[in-house]
């Protein structure tokens, strides 16, 4: 409170003068407050007197307010810390998934290495039938479990997106199997809470979009898995496991309308930065790829030749063709152990989910 009042001297804040006639007189009060640093810590007490602004009147008692206060580097927003090293950027969100854990260790979740195990198979065959059945499923917090972890996947966590997005299906009615799973997840991202998304400094904006598919992967109701994974140079700036929106007859469909999808995210993406290189604040004189380990489906894309395996495609996702048409982007060939993709289409074993994971998160 010293300090404060030294400050307000100093910097002649006030003027002593009579009081008018008619003048009233405006109370103040004192704030108190704390100053904290980046991971929480008390760095300082803090006091600041203030008027009280309920007896203030605008035109009268003041004109103009300000308070100039230098913020400095944002470390923390919305649950989400960021950490410089040099000219690469790492977003965590290990405070977060500690509140998480913490909230639920009454459940005894077990520890696993891996998001989803491999060979699970998750169906409405598992949900409750019985009044009572979903009485007693209705004492675990399955959605708000899993809307944590959904926020936390959706962040900085793409390895969890694709056992974020099956377990979802299952949230209006799930069944002690898929509570089970949910916990092995969180006991997974609590294993791994330390992972930081790694995003680089580059001056070489080309985008790699890499898409893929799970033919018939759903069981109920034979609907496919489609996924995405957009880089920038070689920071990942956008994931995403969807259920497909239609019934494929073949592999070749599936991928066909996977690769549909990813080409909006990406053509979204690439006319984004066409607006900045138009402001004259980037350069993009960069080629841009779409990434898919489907021959069939990359040929079909480029050919507007229909037979009686393909004539009854919907043909909105055709849109894709005339995107190649027009050069917005280089439809490529990968093979699928180099497709990123692949992580948002299934379970995958230790050894192939690092093997992704390592060049963007550690």
Same mark, same amino acid.
């Given at each position: ?13 006030? !003027? ?12 103040? #009060? ?13 760095? @300082? ?13 605008q035109g009268i008692n003041y004109d103009k307010i300000f =308070? ?6 944002? #470390? ?75 926020? $936390?996947?959706? #962040?900085?966590? %793409?390895? $969890?997106?694709?056992?974020? =997005?099956?377990?979802?299906? +299952? ?47 759903? @069981?109920?109701?034979? $609907? ?82 229909? =037979? ?31 497709? +990123?993709? !692949? ?5 995958? %074993?230790?050894? =192939?989910?690092?093997? +992704?994971?390592? !060049? +963007?998160?550690?």
């Amino acid at each position: 409170m010293k300090e404060e009042i030294q400050v307000i001297k100093g910097r002649k804040v006030w !003027d002593l003068v009579p009081k008018p006639a008619d003048g009233k007189v405006i109370g103040c #009060r004192w704030i108190y407050t704390l100053k904290q640093g980046g991971k929480g810590a008390i760095v @300082r007490y803090k006091a600041r007197l203030v008027a009280q602004g309920f007896g203030q009147i605008q035109g009268i008692n003041y004109d103009k307010i300000f =308070n100039l206060v230098v913020l400095g580097k944002t #470390r923390k927003l919305l649950g989400v810390e960021f950490e410089e090293m040099g000219n690469e950027l790492f977003i965590h969100q290990s405070e977060y998934i500690h509140k998480v854990c913490e909230k639920y260790q009454r459940f005894n979740y077990p520890v696993t290495s891996l998001p989803i195990a491999v060979g699970i198979v998750l169906s409405k065959t598992q949900c409750p039938n019985t009044e009572v059945e979903i009485s007693e499923m209705s004492k675990f917090p399955y959605r708000h479990l899993l809307g944590c972890l959904s926020f $936390i996947s959706g #962040r900085k966590r %793409p390895d $969890i997106c694709y056992a974020v =997005n099956i377990l979802s299906q +299952f949230q209006s009615n799930p069944g002690l199997v898929h509570w089970n799973i949910l916990l092995k997840l969180l006991g997974y991202v609590a294993q791994t809470k330390t992972y930081k998304l790694k995003l680089s400094e580059t001056n070489n904006l080309n985008i790699n979009c890499y898409s893929d598919a799970d033919f018939a992967a759903n @069981r109920d109701d034979r $609907i496919s898995i489609g996924s995405l994974i957009l880089f920038i140079d070689n920071s990942p700036i956008m994931w995403k496991t969807f259920k497909q929106k239609c019934i494929s007859l073949s592999t070749m469909e599936s991928e066909y309308v996977s690769l549909c999808e990813s080409a909006k995210e990406l053509v979204w993406i690439i006319r984004i930065l066409k607006e900045f290189e138009n402001l004259n604040v980037i350069k993009t004189n960069v080629t841009d790829y779409l990434f898919c380990d489907n021959q069939a489906a990359i040929e079909f894309s480029k050919s507007p030749v229909e =037979n009686s395996h393909n004539k009854h495609i919907y043909v909105k996702y055709h849109f894709i063709r005339n995107l190649i048409f027009e050069k917005l982007f280089i439809l490529k060939y990968i093979n699928t152990k180099l497709n +990123f993709a !692949d992580l948002f289409t299934k379970p995958l %074993p230790k050894s =192939n989910l690092s093997k +992704f994971l390592k !060049d +963007f998160l550690c």
